[in-house]
């Protein structure tokens, strides 16, 4: 009797080239990542969206790499509107986590190394 429920746990992954039913557990992410993550949503759309082709947009559906100008193009943006925004979106990242300003920052080029702890 099929009552419409998952057939597996919401936190495995099925893979396809893999066995039948064969699983990979995915851990449940830090606290951190969801804090950090919060900050991020709370960004403008402008900023969420370089961000996230800046870093998270990495292959292409033919399976090639993306580099910043094919980024930037499918933004329709300039290489260089790309940069400031993830820039800026950074800044405001680090202000609103580590609540750190611009001259803090521009002083010690070192934060971004920092763990969010």
């Known amino acids: ?3 419409g429920l998952p057939h597996q746990a919401s936190h495995t992954l099925t893979w396809s080239d893999q066995p039948a039913g ?10 951190t990542v969801w804090q950090v ?5 709370r960004l403008s759309e402008s900023h969420q969206a370089a961000l996230q082709v ?14 910043i100008y094919e980024k930037a193009k499918t933004m329709r ?9 993830v820039s800026r979106a950074r800044r405001i990242l ?3 986590i580590y609540g750190l300003t611009v001259r803090q920052l521009e002083s010690n080029k ?3 190394c920092v763990s969010v702890t």
């Open 1 to 3: 009797m099929d009552l």
């Open 22 to 31: 064969h699983k990979i557990l995915c851990a449940e992410m830090p606290k």
């Open 37 to 41: 993550h919060y900050h991020i949503l």
């Open 54 to 67: 800046f870093y998270a947009v990495n292959l292409k559906p033919s399976g090639g790499y993306w580099n």
């Open 77 to 85: 943006w300039s290489v260089n509107a790309l940069r400031v925004k």
């Open 94 to 96: 680090y202000h609103r």
């Open 110 to 112: 070192r934060l971004e």
